[in-house]
């Protein structure tokens, strides 16, 4: 194991893995910084030749961010989105066409998989904490007693006066499962504008990659769900999106099962049967609402789902730590996760 990756380390200019840049692999003409967007950090790395390039691009993503957070945050007070969830069995609320866009996009992603992928998950928020020190697991009955709350066919949308509402009172929405692969396309966005080709962005599971590294294709590492320093598989990728969903991220044990943050909507537990997901995609957006998606699915309807859409390409790792990846998907290298 060591051999393999300090052999792609050599052959490859800017290994990235989606959870983390190698600083040994920084080099002339790479730039990288870091600003925050939605609780994670969103890292931008651009290959320019002129420092200054690079400055005005990092600045420009920042602003995209902070307007993106104002909009999309459901923990921020006076945000579209939290006004929403307080009208919930009140009022329909108007809302930015861009928050109507994400919430239209998500209701389309809970129908294409059944609701596994459900935004109205976050009608159970209080009752499940993953903050380090604070966490907690509710009870059945807690749990039993929101589920009626959480169903996507209960988010009205009128397209014609841009309003959303949630039928119930008590309901929310949270788009974090979609919201960071939209910020990703946006800082992008901002950076092919201020006329950079080659760059890479990525909010925690959630990666962008633009034209290509300073000595060849951008080389990305798909990590074991298990061993955080461990790569399973590499790709080259150029114009593409990367997502990722694990049960690592948010996460605790309590009496040796592991509580993670991906919740199956049908149960208001998280979801058995995977421990990462990787979907590469046209865009952003798309591919982390189906990393989550299919992460909730499982490996079989979730390899169903990815095989049905066109451009999409997945790897999932299963909850007995095998690999299952879809025909299109071309890997530069995989291993099998260390552990069964
Ligand atoms: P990450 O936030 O680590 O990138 P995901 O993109 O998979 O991971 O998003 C997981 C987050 O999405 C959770 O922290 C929670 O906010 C929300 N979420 C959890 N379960 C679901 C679900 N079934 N459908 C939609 N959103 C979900
Ligand atoms: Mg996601």
Do not use: C
């Not at 991906?262 to 865009?283: E, H, Q």
């Amino acid at each position: 194991m060591e051999f393999f990756i300090k052999r792609i380390q050599l052959a490859f200019t800017a290994l990235i893995f989606l959870s983390a840049l190698i600083p040994s692999a920084a080099q002339a003409g790479l730039f990288t910084k870091k600003t925050s967007i939605m609780g994670t950090d969103l890292e931008v790395t651009v290959s320019v030749e002129d420092a200054s390039l690079a400055d005005a691009a990092f600045s420009s993503v920042e602003d995209e961010m902070a307007r993106i957070e104002a909009l999309m945050s459901e923990w921020k007070e006076g945000t579209p989105v939290s006004d929403i969830n307080r009208h919930a069995g009140i009022k329909p609320v108007a809302v930015p066409d861009e928050v109507f866009k994400i919430i239209t996009d998500a209701v389309l992603i809970s129908e294409a998989s059944g609701g596994a992928f459900d935004v109205t998950w976050a009608s159970m928020r209080g009752l499940w904490s993953f903050t380090p020190g604070n966490e907690r697991l509710p009870s059945k009955d807690e749990v039993d007693g929101r589920l009626g709350l959480v169903d996507y066919r209960n988010i009205v949308l009128d397209p014609a006066k841009k309003t959303v509402y949630l039928k119930k009172r008590g309901m929310a929405i949270g788009l974090g499962a979609i919201s960071k692969g939209y910020a990703v396309d946006f800082a992008m966005k901002m950076i092919a504008s201020s006329g950079i080709k080659d760059a890479i962005v990525k909010a925690g599971g959630d990666m962008r990659v633009q034209g290509r590294g300073p000595d060849g294709p951008w080389k990305i590492g798909i990590r074991d769900p298990r061993e955080k320093d461990r790569l399973i598989a590499t790709l080259e990728v150029s114009n593409a999106s990367i997502s990722t969903s694990g049960d690592y991220e948010r996460s605790f044990i309590k009496d040796g099962v592991l509580y993670h943050h991906i919740m199956d909507p049908k149960t208001g537990f998280p979801a058995r049967g995977t421990r990462s997901v990787t979907v590469l995609g046209p865009d952003t957006e798309t591919t982390d609402a189906l990393s989550t998606a299919v992460f909730v699915l499982g490996p079989v309807a979730g390899m169903g789902l990815i095989k049905s859409l066109k451009g999409i390409e997945a790897l999932i790792v299963d909850s007995n730590g095998r690999i299952h990846s879809s025909p299109g998907i071309s890997l530069v290298a995989t291993v099998a996760p260390a552990r069964p």
